[in-house]
């Protein structure tokens, strides 16, 4: 918000919460729009998450990125992603990125370097996710949640972004990673 807009009242009136859950809550928000119009809007709350593009070299020269198919309810039925997760209260996104990569893959990374930052659905949520290439990767034992119901699978960085194309992935942050880390990291 630009300060002409605060000092035009914009942004948030009045708020009121709804309802708390573990993973997010729900607010009812009294808002005036940069026309000065008022309105309510109801937002999910969400402490914000990490996701990582974990890169593996291969001894031919290529590289892999390894994904995870994970069930996932809201989508009935498994999905194609790279590791993710939320934030734990007070924790950095980039602890939370190698925290994330450790329990969905195994993988720990030497380096961890910060993609961008995008914002999943601004339309009703606050929800961020912060986008990491994690690189230098040594294998060891993953550590699901009860609630977690994934295998991992290392693909040839051409072949994942084949699979956007033909939509075989079509998670939002996946697709968004990994045609990041391919324009602007030259992943490929």
């Given at each position: 918000?630009?300060?002409?807009?605060?000092?035009?009242?914009?942004?948030?009136?009045?708020?009121?919460?709804?309802?708390?859950?573990?993973?997010?809550?729900?607010?009812?928000?009294?808002?005036?729009?940069?026309?000065?119009?008022?309105?309510?809007?109801?937002?999910?709350?969400?402490?914000?998450?990490?996701?990582?593009?974990?890169?593996?070299?291969?001894?031919?020269?290529?590289?892999?990125?390894?994904?995870?198919?994970?069930y996932r309810y809201a989508a009935e039925g498994y999905v194609y992603e790279v590791p993710a997760g939320r934030l734990d209260e007070g924790e950095s996104p980039e602890a939370c990125a190698h925290r994330?990569?450790?329990?969905?893959?195994?993988?720990?990374?030497?380096?961890?370097?910060?993609?961008?930052?995008?914002?999943?659905?601004?339309?009703?949520?606050?929800?961020?996710?912060?986008?990491?290439?994690?690189?230098?990767?040594?294998?060891?034992?993953?550590?699901?949640?009860?609630?977690?119901?994934?295998?991992?699978?290392?693909?040839?960085?051409?072949?994942?972004?084949?699979?956007?194309?033909?939509?075989?992935?079509?998670?939002?942050?996946?697709?968004?990673?990994?045609?990041?880390?391919?324009?602007?990291?030259?992943?490929?």
């Amino acid at each position: 918000m630009t300060d002409r807009e605060k000092k035009n009242g914009v942004g948030k009136i009045s708020s009121r919460r709804v309802y708390t859950g573990r993973v997010v809550s729900l607010d009812v928000d009294k808002v005036r729009f940069p026309n000065g119009a008022e309105g309510e809007l109801e937002m999910i709350r969400h402490s914000g998450a990490s996701a990582v593009v974990p890169l593996l070299e291969r001894p031919d020269g290529e590289k892999n990125v390894v994904l995870i198919r994970q069930y996932r309810y809201a989508a009935e039925g498994y999905v194609y992603e790279v590791p993710a997760g939320r934030l734990d209260e007070g924790e950095s996104p980039e602890a939370c990125a190698h925290r994330e990569l450790k329990e969905e893959t195994g993988y720990t990374a030497t380096v961890m370097t910060p993609l961008t930052t995008i914002f999943t659905t601004p339309g009703f949520t606050d929800e961020r996710i912060h986008l990491f290439l994690a690189t230098g990767l040594t294998a060891g034992q993953s550590k699901l949640e009860s609630d977690e119901v994934l295998d991992s699978h290392p693909v040839p960085v051409r072949e994942a972004l084949e699979m956007i194309r033909t939509g075989a992935i079509c998670d939002g942050k996946t697709i968004s990673a990994l045609l990041y880390a391919a324009r602007f990291n030259e992943i490929e």
